[in-house]
Every structure is written in structure tokens, then in C-alpha cells.
């Protein structure tokens, strides 16, 4: 069975850092494009960092500088270190993983997804 499981989210003060793991189980990510995605209650699902197979990141514009995407294909692991963090970036954190090696920012690029992790940016 394939499957997606996010971990590291928790409540944080702002101007904290966190960093976010996704962890595969039943398929190797290594050939697989990974994104991170945040839903906040009451609005929809944005894209916030994708990263190919080759290891190369891509960010949304509002993200980059604070976020960063990496991977251990070694740990079957993809993360995302978030720092200088703000209330608003209070969500349920996803990940997901596309059969294109070098997915965007879009939900429908992306085949698997895991069941999310809170984070709370609150003091």
C-alpha cells in the first residue's frame, strides 16, 4: 500500500522554526517530484515548494527565503524547514507525490497525498 504520512507540525511562537518530514512507505520517492501544500481553515489548498527527483526545489514566490525543501532519498524523506514563521502560516501542512519527476504548484499534478500535519503559529 502506498502511503504519504507527514510529521514534525506542532504549536510554535512567532518568529519559530519548524521543519516538516514526509516519509514514504510502500514505494521509493526517490523517482517521484514531491510538493508541500497548506490549507488554513476556510480557503483552499496552496502550493508552497515542490521538489524533482533530481533534487531540484522550486518555491512559491510568497515562500522562498523562509521556506526550504530538501531530501534524503537514502531516508525516503522529503522536508521542509520553515523558519522566521508567522500566524498566518497556521494551516495543515501536505505532502504529495506525482509519477512526473518534476511537478509544479498544482494539486492535480499530484497522485498520492498524506493525511497532513497542524501546524499553529501562535504565541
Known amino acids: 500500500q502506498l502511503q504519504l504520512v507527514e510529521s514534525g507540525g506542532c504549536l510554535v511562537q512567532p518568529g519559530g522554526s519548524l521543519r516538516l518530514f514526509c516519509t514514504a512507505s510502500?514505494?521509493?520517492?526517490?523517482?517521484?517530484?514531491i510538493g508541500w501544500f497548506r490549507q488554513a481553515p476556510g480557503k483552499g489548498r496552496e502550493g508552497i515548494s515542490c521538489?524533482?527527483?533530481?533534487?531540484?526545489?522550486y518555491y512559491a514566490d510568497s515562500r522562498q527565503g523562509r521556506f526550504t525543501i530538501s531530501r534524503d532519498n537514502a531516508k525516503n524523506t522529503v522536508y521542509l524547514q520553515m523558519n522566521s514563521l508567522k500566524p498566518e502560516d497556521t494551516a495543515v501542512y501536505y505532502c504529495?507525490?506525482?509519477?512526473?519527476?518534476?511537478?509544479?504548484?498544482?494539486?492535480?499534478?499530484?497522485?498520492?497525498w498524506g493525511q497532513g500535519t497542524q501546524v499553529t503559529v501562535s504565541s
Open positions: 510502500g514505494f521509493t520517492l526517490v523517482y517521484y517530484g
Open positions: 504529495a507525490a506525482s509519477v512526473g519527476e518534476a511537478a509544479g504548484l498544482r494539486t492535480y499534478e499530484y497522485d498520492y
Open positions: 521538489i524533482g527527483s533530481d533534487g531540484s526545489p
